[in-house]
């Protein structure tokens, strides 16, 4: 073998070096994952921000200095305390020097309009919308219907500019937030949540798409599941963090103000070498390359990088350039991206649907409130370790299936087990979140493996907004209750199991590459039909 052949394969041997994990990848995954972490306490911030709080209709002729949200003694009997006010008798209230009793109110009501509040801790004291519950329940809708706007416009964004600018918009557009802390007006109010949700919420999409682009071939896996312990360590620090301030505006305040310091990211984060190749941007990826070499200490020069052409370096990545960029068009005509792009999204409507349809009724549960919502948020954690050895040791598709099956199964087992024994209901709840769990976080995974780097930021948001049409109905799954107890549950089981059987229509990703553009996909597809 010549010289020139040893040189060769050393430098193939390098380049397969930079894309593996080093200390510059493992500083890369923390400055994602911290944004991930502050943007999971906006996502579920009206969880105590906009809670009900107990209520009672306010008489201000009848009132003491400090009134208690408890119903006083005089107050008419089999009259609605929460939404209707009774109408004094002026004339028998005079008689009886100003002093209410029973007897002082006709037999009249009016709607209440004004309230005494067991405390200021939510907005509903300080919007003042007591009895009108459904506007503190909508808050969390329009903040979902502002994710399903950011999903869709994120992942195009993110292909079109980059990964890095848009996480960094994502992440310190959240701060316009800080504005709820000054409006009086619930309909102001809603209105800066729903344009709060639009600017940060695209950043779910967008990060785990930099992760695994960042990780390289051997962590793909554990990208969808790191994403997934941010988000849910996030949840569980607002959880404590709410608890030790209880004052919403406090919250607000506490939660939202560290945002502005991600524009810091504008000199620390890197973009996507995978990206830059993609889009021709040679000198940016060969930049961050030699940055991947001092920090990981790998043996190449930095003169080595520059002299490398951009072909040799692009062969050396298999990335292969797009001579004209994909387009919506170029999606919609390839057969094999909608099939998966179909699949996919079912599969994500039905994991957010069943997991957060199953924390809502877990906070039905009876109990401190906080800590209902850490231990929901920490059954959470030994799933995403099942999915990180299952997807690894048995591949992604049948790893899904099997989670979905278990995770039906679970379910109506719980069901159907006797009230009596209440450890039972208990543990067989915590084992079908642990099933939806581990697809939560493998869809995440497969997803991004299915499809190319062309189009990825795009097809993954339009997962991620299946997944908000979840998240938006599964808050009425409790109303099915009251027609037959067991039928949310029936429903969290069948569009578990009809997600189980779609994923047959996709292939294993488990020993394939990361394909770049539609065409690659195309053409392994037919090389696989060939050899059939």
Not at 416 to 423: A, Y
Request: one cysteine or more; aromatic letters at 12%.
């Amino acid at each position: 073998m010549t010289a020139t052949g040893v040189e060769s394969v050393d430098k193939g041997d390098v380049y397969k070096q930079l894309d593996q994990f080093g200390k510059f990848q493992v500083f890369q995954y923390i400055l994602i994952c911290l944004p991930l972490m502050m943007v999971s306490m906006i996502h579920v911030n009206y969880i105590f921000v906009a809670e009900d709080v107990e209520h009672r209709c306010r008489v201000p002729e009848c009132e003491d200095a400090n009134p208690s949200v408890e119903i006083p003694k005089w107050w008419p009997r089999n009259v609605d305390a929460k939404c209707y006010r009774p109408v004094l008798d002026m004339q028998r209230y005079s008689s009886s020097n100003q002093t209410c009793s029973n007897n002082t109110f006709l037999e009249v009501l009016e709607e209440c309009h004004d309230w005494v509040f067991e405390n200021n801790n939510s907005i509903v004291a300080a919007l003042n919308i007591g009895c009108e519950s459904w506007k503190s329940t909508l808050v969390g809708c329009i903040h979902n219907a502002g994710m399903i706007v950011s999903m869709l416009i994120t992942g195009l964004i993110a292909d079109k500019v980059g990964r890095k600018p848009t996480i960094i918009f994502c992440s310190i557009g959240g701060i316009v937030g800080l504005f709820k802390i000054f409006i009086t007006n619930y309909y102001a109010y809603i209105t800066v949540e729903f344009l709060e949700s639009i600017l940060a919420s695209g950043l779910y999409t967008v990060a785990v798409v930099l992760l695994i682009e960042v990780g390289g071939e051997s962590k793909r896996v554990s990208a969808g599941v790191i994403f997934s312990y941010a988000v849910y360590v996030g949840e569980v620090c607002f959880a404590f963090i709410a608890m030790g301030l209880k004052y919403w505006k406090l919250l607000i305040i506490v939660v939202y103000s560290p945002l502005i310091l991600f524009i810091l990211y504008a000199f620390t984060l890197r973009e996507s070498t995978r990206w830059q190749m993609l889009r021709g941007k040679m000198d940016e990826a060969k930049e961050t390359l030699i940055m991947i070499t001092k920090l990981n200490k790998l043996e190449v020069t930095e003169h080595e990088i520059n002299e490398t052409s951009n072909e040799d370096l692009r062969f050396q990545f298999n990335v292969v350039v797009q001579k004209e960029k994909e387009r919506m068009r170029d999606i919609l005509a390839s057969r094999e991206i909608m099939t998966r792009l179909l699949v996919t999204s079912f599969c994500f409507f039905a994991s957010s649907f069943i997991y957060y349809g199953m924390a809502v009724h877990a906070v039905l549960l009876p109990g401190n409130k906080y800590t209902n919502f850490v231990l929901s948020s920490l059954s959470s954690f030994p799933g995403d370790l099942i999915a990180l050895y299952t997807f690894k040791r048995f591949g992604r598709k049948v790893s899904l299936q099997c989670g979905y099956i278990a995770s039906a199964l679970f379910l109506l087992a719980q069901t159907f087990s006797p009230d009596s024994i209440m450890w039972l209901k208990v543990a067989l709840f915590l084992c079908g979140k642990m099933g939806v769990v581990i697809c939560f976080t493998g869809i995440y995974t497969y997803t991004l493996e299915l499809f190319p780097t062309s189009v990825r930021g795009t097809l993954m948001g339009c997962g991620n907004t299946a997944a908000r049409f979840g998240s938006m109905l599964a808050p009425l799954t409790p109303l099915l209750s009251s027609q037959f107890a067991a039928l949310p549950s029936i429903l969290f089981a069948s569009v578990s199991v009809v997600a189980a059987c779609t994923l047959t229509f996709t292939p294993e990703t488990k020993t394939l590459p990361m394909f770049d553009t539609i065409a690659q996909i195309e053409t392994q597809k037919t090389k696989i039909m060939t050899h059939l």
